[in-house]
């Protein structure tokens, strides 16, 4: 019925402002309507009982006229026309019937016994089975309408009866004040319902229009206001909780692309699966280490799962998952696993959360691991050529400590040659802190601009007595206006290496060419050649490692530390240089590198 109703009104296509007043206005009116007809009926109830009262008292004055003439013992009903006199026939007509509905008197009508039986009569049967009774209806004999009113007497019927005119339904219908009355309620009360569902429907629709922005993707309203009432309250309530959820929503997406950015910037191979083992993130570095250590192309990171060379990371995943392990507080199953492939050392961390979601890290540790080789070989590589000097020393002081009576000629000789040892040790010592620095703490050395040209003359100056020594000729083509940003102290570094590598190895009489030929990217490109004579072409692959010498016994004779090309390589490193050396044409050795422009 409310469906029928919806559908003829059009409630379903109106705003709630609309349909909470139909929906009042609907029940008010149902109440009204209820209120009038019953009021209609007690009304019409009161009058039909006052104009009952009215006739039954023209039916006790004929019955107890009847009664005081003694017609009730002797029948002569003709004689109640002197009735006329107390009830004018104009105004009430009354009808005596028998039991057996036989009319023996009527006022109105002078040939009443020709009138048809009155048995059936609806007031004769109320009066003969109830005591009284009334009906409206035309009448037979006269055909005019009448207010019928019957009440038994004895063994009559006595029945008094009104025309039913205007007059009479005038007086048996409902007051028009009432209705009028009703109306303006009706009316006052129907602009109550409208401001009412005015007001609740303005939050609802503000609600309403508030989700369907929200649910569109759309800002929230900065300037939305409620009522103040319930309904707002619940309103503002919503709104304030929706403007923190926003908030925290917008401050949790930053984080998480501040975790995205940086599990992409991370060296490390990460990935996030959830308990049913599907991935949820994870970054580059994570398929490309995963990659290399399967062997294989793989498409998605849940692939890892199913390679064999993972399968200890997999059982451990699959034991913990089947279990009924209770994960509480901090303390998660975890376990690290170490891979290697082709030369490359990565270890595998797996790490479960509360949720039973996992996290697999990779650390590729190659170049840990290498460097870890590195330092066991420089190590044992130091301690090498730190044996050799101090056997050294220690052999010339204990001949001059055990030969007590050696001439003063003989001690200056042993001491001077123990010098010379520790003179070679402390430019070890000094070689290797200043590699050590470079490579762990490049850092340490400022940038700045440095004019390569009057450096250079600086290293030359600095070597003067040795290249003088050696009659080696310097042929410098490096223009002064080059300048490069690096730090002073190593650049100085480079060219007095590399120059002493050629004072020491390149022999007497040689040339040194210094230039720099070519600008581009960003950098200057530097040849430093001599035209000594050279080195094989298998031990340039390996010139630039630390210690390393093509002919070691002449090296140490030399005085040098083994350690220049290295701090050499480094420097330049630093510098995100490159070096590479290589057999000079018409002979000799040539290193070319680069350096950063300013």
């Known amino acids: 019925m409310l469906k029928i109703i919806r559908r003829a ?38 009058r039909i009982e006052s104009l009952e009262s009215r006739l039954k008292e023209y039916t006790e004055v004929t019955a107890r006229y009847i009664r005081g003439h003694g017609f009730m013992e002797v029948p002569g009903y003709r004689s109640l026309d002197s009735l006329r006199v107390i009830i004018p026939p104009e105004e009430i007509r009354i009808t005596l019937i028998t039991p057996d509905g036989r009319v023996v008197y009527d006022n109105l009508v002078r040939d009443y016994e020709k009138m048809e039986n009155h048995l059936h009569r609806r007031e004769v049967e109320l009066a003969l089975t109830e005591g009284e009774g009334y009906h409206i209806r035309e009448s037979a004999s006269t055909k005019i309408a009448f207010f019928y009113y019957a009440r038994r007497y004895g063994p009559l019927v006595i029945r008094s009866a009104v025309v039913y005119d205007r007059e009479i339904r005038n007086f048996l219908r409902s007051e028009p004040l009432f209705l009028l009355y009703f109306l303006v309620v009706f009316v006052v009360f129907g602009i109550m319902l409208w401001a009412i569902a005015h007001r609740l429907g303005d939050s609802v629709s503000k609600l309403r229009d508030f989700i369907l922005r929200v649910s569109r993707g759309e800002e929230s309203p900065s300037d939305l206001k409620f009522s103040n009432d319930e309904l707002g309250s619940i309103g503002r309530e919503i709104t304030r909780l929706y403007d923190q959820i926003s908030k925290a929503k917008g401050e949790l997406n930053l984080e998480k692309e501040k975790l995205i950015s940086h599990l992409h910037v991370l060296k490390e191979g990460v990935a996030f699966f959830s308990g049913e083992k599907k991935v949820i993130l994870s970054n580059s570095h994570f398929m490309t280490y995963s990659n290399i250590i399967s062997g294989d192309l793989m498409d998605t990171p849940e692939e890892i799962l199913r390679r064999e060379s993972f399968s200890d990371v997999t059982r451990f995943i699959n034991d913990v998952l089947s279990s009924l392990y209770l994960f509480s507080g901090g303390d998660f199953p975890r376990r690290e696993f170490s891979l290697s492939r082709e030369g490359r050392h990565y270890q595998v961390q797996c790490i479960f959360f509360q949720d039973r979601s996992f996290e697999i890290l990779i650390i590729d540790n190659t170049q840990m691991v290498k460097r870890s080789i590195m330092k066991q070989q420089l190590t044992s590589n130091i301690a090498h050529e730190l044996k050799t000097p ?23 000789y042993f001491v001077d040659k123990a010098f010379m040892q520790t003179e070679r040790l402390s430019l070890l010592v000094s070689d290797i802190a200043l590699l050590n620095k470079i490579e762990e703490s490049s850092e340490l050395y400022p940038r700045e601009l440095v004019r390569v040209a009057a450096l250079i003359s600086e290293v030359a100056e ?27 102290s190593l650049v100085f570094s480079i060219f007095r290496n590399l120059l002493e590598n050629s004072v020491h190895y390149g022999g007497g009489g040689i040339t040194v060419f210094i230039s720099c030929y070519r600008e581009e990217g960003g950098f200057y490109y530097f040849s430093f050649a001599d035209n000594g004579p050279g080195v094989d072409e298998e031990h340039l692959s390996r010139f630039f490692e630390r210690f390393y010498r093509v002919d070691t016994g002449r090296s140490r004779k030399m005085g040098g530390t083994g350690l220049g090309l290295s701090i050499v390589k480094n420097a330049i490193l630093s510098f995100r ?12 050795l040539e290193f070319l590198f680069t350096l950063p422009k300013n």
């Open 577 to 588: 240089g490159e070096i590479s050396a290589r057999t000079r044409q018409g002979g000799g």
């Open 390 to 412: 101090i056997s050294s020393v220690k052999g010339y002081l204990e001949t001059v400590k055990n030969n007590r009576d050696l001439e003063p000629g003989r001690i200056r």
């Open 462 to 488: 600095s070597l003067g007595d040795a290249l003088r020594s050696k009659e080696i000729t310097l042929d410098i083509k490096v223009e002064d206006w080059v300048v490069v940003n690096a730090n002073t």
């Open 9 to 46: 009104m059009g409630i379903g296509q109106r705003s709630i402002k609309t349909r909470l007043f139909l929906y009042y206005f609907l029940l008010f009116a149902v109440f009204s309507v209820s209120v009038i007809l019953f009021q209609e009926y007690r009304e019409r109830k009161f």
